[in-house]
């Protein structure tokens, strides 16, 4: 719905007055398809009209003005997707069902993009060089965890449509992967079905990415002070201004490929996000076009959390804390 449209229903939602009457909404939190979307799977008319903040805008301008500002550009699978909408898509099951399983030596003899659904950490320590590393994470792509982050929708951000993909996936995952890429339109070419130790024995070119655990200050207070490398917060524009690493630059993930073209090879890059996710998709995207590159895990809510000092703010963010705390919990910020 365009933000008129949208508002014409607050309208109407007026009307009613139910706690009973449920909510089940068609995007969940991390979509770039509403505004500050919650992460609850449903809600209703009469709790939304009492907590949502855009419901208690009475102004047309003032409503529209709030669900638009900040907005992230749309990704660009979205106008692939409504061409979909219109005609049709192929039964997911057969769409899956017909993706061959090939070793990387077969992939590679054919142009197209590897990209690794594994962890972080694995990745970092043997990949395909070129590869493009987007987690899969494990919650299904329902409720999302922080360091999970949005596999489909990186993957159609930063993959055009129609180019071909070679799937790489933990054994036993590969379906879980291919369902979620069929959900936007998208479809793998192939998974590689072979392991990091058959690719090194049949003599492809395995690679590793450095990754750094910010669990205690003297690493940071070393990392801010040496000018010698650059530190990228890959996070977007509004997260960046509302609180960075000093002397960090905001090369949001969404435009980091432009970035990349005149970037300096020279120089060492340090890169985080909020939580790990999306700075591990941006050091697969270093890596792959020959950049020295440190992951920076846990991101900036555990650098907040460690070295509040070393921020723009000097304090720590409380949503950054709570996630911070959660990332410690799942065992996702320390070696």
């Known amino acids: 719905l365009i933000p008129s449209s949208d508002y014409h229903l607050k309208s109407r939602l007026s009307n009613f007055f139910d706690f009973f009457l449920q909510v089940f909404p068609g ?3 991390g979509s770039p398809c509403g505004k500050g979307l919650s992460d609850d799977l449903w809600s209703t008319i009469g709790q939304e009209r009492s907590t949502n903040p855009s419901l208690q805008i009475k102004d047309k301008r003032e409503f529209i003005s709030y669900l638009t500002c900040g907005q992230p550009t749309a990704p660009q699978y979205f106008r692939h997707c409504v061409n979909l909408n219109v005609v049709g898509a192929a039964s997911l099951r057969d769409e899956v069902s017909t993706v061959k399983r090939c070793s990387a030596k077969e992939c590679l003899e054919t142009s197209g993009i590897v990209l690794d659904t594994r962890d972080a950490v694995d990745f970092a320590k043997s990949h395909l060089r070129g590869s493009l590393n987007i987690p899969k994470g494990g919650a299904g792509g329902t409720v999302i965890a922080a360091h999970e982050g949005n596999f ?96 960090a630059v ?59 000092a070393k921020t723009v703010t000097g304090k720590v963010c409380p949503n950054m804390k709570k996630t911070a705390d959660q990332l410690v919990k799942d065992g996702h910020c320390c070696a």
């Open 27 to 29: 995007h969940g939190a």
């Open 152 to 247: 489909a929708i990186w993957v159609g951000t930063l993959i055009p449509h129609g180019r071909k993909i070679f799937l790489v996936a933990y054994p036993g995952e590969e379906d879980v992967a291919l369902v979620r890429l069929g959900r936007i339109g998208y479809k793998a070419s192939a998974v590689i079905c072979d392991s990091p130790a058959e690719w090194t024995s049949d003599g492809l070119d395995v690679v590793t990415h450095s990754q750094l655990f910010p669990n205690t200050p003297c690493l940071i207070n070393d990392l801010t002070k040496d000018d010698s490398h650059v530190i990228i917060d890959v996070r977007t524009p509004g997260e960046y201004q509302s609180n960075h690493l000093n002397s």
């Open 250 to 308: 905001n090369w949001p993930l969404d435009s980091l490929s432009e970035k990349l073209t005149t970037a300096d090879r020279s120089r060492k890059y340090f890169c985080y996000c909020a939580s790990g996710f999306r700075s591990s998709i941006a050091a697969s995207s270093f890596s792959a076009r020959g950049f020295d590159i440190v992951d920076l895990v846990g991101g900036f809510a555990t650098l907040n959390v460690t070295c509040p």
